[in-house]
Protein backbone atom coordinates (compact mmCIF):
# COMPACT_ATOMS: atom_id res chain seq x y z
CA UNK A 1 0.00 0.00 0.00
CA UNK A 2 1.25 3.61 -1.14
CA UNK A 3 2.07 5.42 2.24
CA UNK A 4 0.02 8.67 0.90
CA UNK A 5 -2.21 8.27 -1.81
CA UNK A 6 -3.84 10.68 -3.85
CA UNK A 7 -5.86 10.50 -6.95
CA UNK A 8 -3.76 12.00 -9.62
CA UNK A 9 -6.55 13.82 -11.68
CA UNK A 10 -6.63 15.88 -13.74
CA UNK A 11 -9.76 17.81 -11.97
CA UNK A 12 -10.74 20.17 -14.93
CA UNK A 13 -13.45 23.06 -13.22
CA UNK A 14 -14.82 26.21 -14.56
CA UNK A 15 -13.97 28.90 -12.86
CA UNK A 16 -15.51 29.87 -9.77
CA UNK A 17 -16.36 26.21 -8.90
CA UNK A 18 -15.67 24.08 -5.51
CA UNK A 19 -13.25 21.50 -5.91
CA UNK A 20 -12.59 18.85 -3.24
CA UNK A 21 -9.06 17.11 -3.38
CA UNK A 22 -8.88 13.66 -0.89
CA UNK A 23 -5.88 11.78 0.16
CA UNK A 24 -5.20 8.68 2.37
CA UNK A 25 -1.97 7.94 4.34
CA UNK A 26 -0.97 4.25 5.63
CA UNK A 27 1.09 5.03 8.70
CA UNK A 28 -0.99 5.83 11.68
CA UNK A 29 1.26 7.41 13.62
CA UNK A 30 1.62 10.21 11.34
CA UNK A 31 1.76 13.11 13.17
CA UNK A 32 1.49 15.91 10.94
CA UNK A 33 -0.02 16.59 7.69
CA UNK A 34 0.06 19.89 5.12
CA UNK A 35 -1.15 20.34 1.88
CA UNK A 36 1.00 21.64 -0.90
CA UNK A 37 0.85 23.45 -4.29
CA UNK A 38 3.41 22.75 -7.15
CA UNK A 39 3.57 24.68 -10.46
CA UNK A 40 4.77 22.67 -13.30
CA UNK A 41 8.55 22.29 -13.09
CA UNK A 42 8.32 24.52 -9.61
CA UNK A 43 9.39 23.65 -6.41
CA UNK A 44 6.57 22.44 -3.84
CA UNK A 45 5.58 25.67 -1.43
CA UNK A 46 3.67 25.28 1.75
CA UNK A 47 0.12 26.01 1.06
CA UNK A 48 -1.21 25.10 4.44
CA UNK A 49 -1.25 22.68 7.82
CA UNK A 50 -3.98 20.13 8.18
CA UNK A 51 -5.22 20.14 11.56
CA UNK A 52 -7.79 17.75 13.21
CA UNK A 53 -9.82 20.68 14.19
CA UNK A 54 -10.24 21.71 10.10
CA UNK A 55 -8.59 24.82 9.53
CA UNK A 56 -9.45 27.57 6.69
CA UNK A 57 -7.26 30.33 5.07
CA UNK A 58 -9.87 32.44 2.70
CA UNK A 59 -10.90 30.00 -0.10
CA UNK A 60 -8.97 27.23 1.18
CA UNK A 61 -10.51 24.57 3.85
CA UNK A 62 -8.40 21.87 5.04
CA UNK A 63 -9.54 18.76 7.07
CA UNK A 64 -7.90 15.78 8.91
CA UNK A 65 -9.91 12.95 9.94
CA UNK A 66 -7.58 10.99 12.28
CA UNK A 67 -9.76 7.71 12.48
CA UNK A 68 -10.03 7.26 8.72
CA UNK A 69 -6.28 8.03 8.42
CA UNK A 70 -7.54 10.51 5.02
CA UNK A 71 -7.25 14.47 4.70
CA UNK A 72 -9.06 16.77 2.23
CA UNK A 73 -8.71 20.12 0.44
CA UNK A 74 -11.81 22.20 -0.53
CA UNK A 75 -11.32 25.01 -2.90
CA UNK A 76 -13.85 27.23 -2.96
CA UNK A 77 -14.30 30.07 -6.35
CA UNK A 78 -11.50 28.16 -7.65
CA UNK A 79 -9.01 30.49 -9.56
CA UNK A 80 -7.57 30.26 -12.98
CA UNK A 81 -4.28 30.89 -10.92
CA UNK A 82 -5.68 27.66 -8.48
CA UNK A 83 -4.64 25.52 -11.51
CA UNK A 84 -1.31 23.37 -10.27
CA UNK A 85 -0.80 20.30 -8.74
CA UNK A 86 -1.85 19.90 -4.77
CA UNK A 87 0.20 17.65 -2.93
CA UNK A 88 -0.28 15.88 0.58
CA UNK A 89 2.54 15.81 2.15
CA UNK A 90 2.72 13.79 5.90
CA UNK A 91 5.25 13.60 8.57
CA UNK A 92 6.43 10.99 10.44
CA UNK A 93 8.28 12.69 13.69
CA UNK A 94 10.75 11.39 15.48
CA UNK A 95 14.27 10.23 14.75
CA UNK A 96 15.05 13.59 14.66
CA UNK A 97 14.55 13.10 10.89
CA UNK A 98 10.65 14.43 10.38
CA UNK A 99 11.07 13.78 6.75
CA UNK A 100 8.34 14.78 4.52
CA UNK A 101 6.34 12.12 2.97
CA UNK A 102 4.71 13.29 -0.52
CA UNK A 103 1.77 11.92 -2.44
CA UNK A 104 2.24 11.64 -6.24
CA UNK A 105 -0.46 14.33 -6.06
CA UNK A 106 -3.43 15.91 -8.03
CA UNK A 107 -3.69 18.32 -10.75
CA UNK A 108 -5.65 20.90 -11.20
CA UNK A 109 -7.33 23.02 -14.30
CA UNK A 110 -9.08 25.65 -13.67
CA UNK A 111 -10.97 26.67 -17.28
CA UNK A 112 -12.66 29.76 -18.47
CA UNK B 1 10.16 36.62 2.66
CA UNK B 2 12.89 34.59 3.81
CA UNK B 3 14.27 32.12 1.05
CA UNK B 4 16.17 28.67 0.55
CA UNK B 5 18.68 29.35 -2.36
CA UNK B 6 19.90 26.75 -4.81
CA UNK B 7 22.76 26.88 -7.27
CA UNK B 8 23.03 26.03 -10.09
CA UNK B 9 19.46 26.34 -11.44
CA UNK B 10 20.73 23.88 -14.27
CA UNK B 11 23.33 21.34 -14.11
CA UNK B 12 24.86 19.31 -17.17
CA UNK B 13 27.01 16.55 -16.35
CA UNK B 14 28.53 13.22 -18.32
CA UNK B 15 28.00 10.11 -16.29
CA UNK B 16 30.60 9.09 -14.14
CA UNK B 17 31.68 12.68 -13.02
CA UNK B 18 31.27 14.15 -9.94
CA UNK B 19 28.17 16.82 -9.12
CA UNK B 20 27.95 18.95 -6.08
CA UNK B 21 24.37 20.61 -5.34
CA UNK B 22 24.72 23.57 -3.09
CA UNK B 23 22.28 24.93 -1.20
CA UNK B 24 21.83 28.28 1.77
CA UNK B 25 18.78 27.25 3.77
CA UNK B 26 16.92 29.68 5.86
CA UNK B 27 19.30 31.37 8.67
CA UNK B 28 17.35 30.24 11.84
CA UNK B 29 15.99 26.84 11.03
CA UNK B 30 17.35 23.59 12.09
CA UNK B 31 16.51 20.98 9.84
CA UNK B 32 17.63 20.93 6.41
CA UNK B 33 16.81 17.76 3.34
CA UNK B 34 17.51 16.87 0.33
CA UNK B 35 14.07 15.85 -2.02
CA UNK B 36 14.66 14.83 -5.52
CA UNK B 37 12.24 14.15 -8.47
CA UNK B 38 12.40 12.47 -11.50
CA UNK B 39 10.76 14.29 -14.24
CA UNK B 40 6.52 13.16 -13.79
CA UNK B 41 6.91 11.38 -10.74
CA UNK B 42 6.90 12.19 -6.97
CA UNK B 43 8.64 14.00 -4.60
CA UNK B 44 11.37 11.63 -2.75
CA UNK B 45 13.01 12.28 0.25
CA UNK B 46 16.68 11.76 0.24
CA UNK B 47 18.21 12.50 3.55
CA UNK B 48 17.32 14.96 6.26
CA UNK B 49 20.41 16.79 8.58
CA UNK B 50 20.15 18.10 12.26
CA UNK B 51 22.38 18.72 14.25
CA UNK B 52 25.78 18.53 11.89
CA UNK B 53 24.48 15.00 11.23
CA UNK B 54 23.07 12.70 9.10
CA UNK B 55 19.40 12.39 11.03
CA UNK B 56 17.52 9.91 8.22
CA UNK B 57 18.33 8.70 4.94
CA UNK B 58 16.67 6.73 2.21
CA UNK B 59 17.12 3.95 0.27
CA UNK B 60 17.81 6.52 -3.10
CA UNK B 61 20.84 7.79 -0.72
CA UNK B 62 23.52 5.21 -1.21
CA UNK B 63 27.19 5.53 -1.06
CA UNK B 64 27.67 7.93 -4.42
CA UNK B 65 25.65 10.39 -2.17
CA UNK B 66 27.16 12.84 0.41
CA UNK B 67 25.96 15.66 2.40
CA UNK B 68 27.98 18.52 4.37
CA UNK B 69 27.03 21.71 6.05
CA UNK B 70 30.56 22.92 5.72
CA UNK B 71 30.33 26.30 7.05
CA UNK B 72 26.93 26.61 9.23
CA UNK B 73 25.50 28.48 5.93
CA UNK B 74 26.22 26.22 3.11
CA UNK B 75 24.22 22.56 2.50
CA UNK B 76 25.41 20.41 -0.03
CA UNK B 77 24.88 17.15 -1.94
CA UNK B 78 27.37 15.89 -3.55
CA UNK B 79 26.98 12.66 -5.82
CA UNK B 80 30.27 10.93 -6.43
CA UNK B 81 29.67 9.33 -9.77
CA UNK B 82 26.49 10.04 -11.92
CA UNK B 83 24.11 7.83 -13.56
CA UNK B 84 21.76 8.15 -16.28
CA UNK B 85 19.30 7.60 -13.57
CA UNK B 86 19.94 10.49 -11.18
CA UNK B 87 18.87 13.02 -13.60
CA UNK B 88 16.05 14.89 -12.08
CA UNK B 89 15.30 17.88 -10.15
CA UNK B 90 16.65 18.03 -6.78
CA UNK B 91 15.45 20.43 -4.25
CA UNK B 92 16.84 21.33 -0.90
CA UNK B 93 14.43 22.25 2.03
CA UNK B 94 14.83 23.43 5.37
CA UNK B 95 12.26 23.75 8.39
CA UNK B 96 12.17 25.10 11.79
CA UNK B 97 10.62 22.02 13.33
CA UNK B 98 7.82 19.42 12.14
CA UNK B 99 4.95 21.41 12.80
CA UNK B 100 5.58 24.42 10.36
CA UNK B 101 6.25 22.87 7.64
CA UNK B 102 9.37 23.24 5.16
CA UNK B 103 10.74 25.81 3.03
CA UNK B 104 11.89 24.60 -0.50
CA UNK B 105 14.35 25.67 -3.05
CA UNK B 106 13.40 26.51 -6.21
CA UNK B 107 15.37 23.16 -7.46
CA UNK B 108 18.58 22.55 -9.18
CA UNK B 109 17.70 20.26 -12.82
CA UNK B 110 20.55 17.66 -13.18
CA UNK B 111 20.80 16.08 -16.55
CA UNK B 112 22.92 13.18 -16.75
CA UNK B 113 24.57 12.64 -20.28
Known amino acids: RKEVEQDPGPFNVPEGATVAFNCTYSNSASQSFFWYRQDCRKEPKLLMS???SGNEDGRFTAQLNRASQYISLLIRDSKLSDSATYLC?????????????FGTGTQLKVEL | EPEVTQTPSHQVTQMGQEVILRCVPISNHLYFYWYRQILGQKVEFLVSFYNNEISEKSEIFDDQFSVERPDGSNFTLKIRSTKLEDSAMYFCASGRDGDYGYTFGSGTRLTVV
Open chain 1, 50 to 52: VYS
Open chain 1, 89 to 101: VVIDLGGGGNKLT
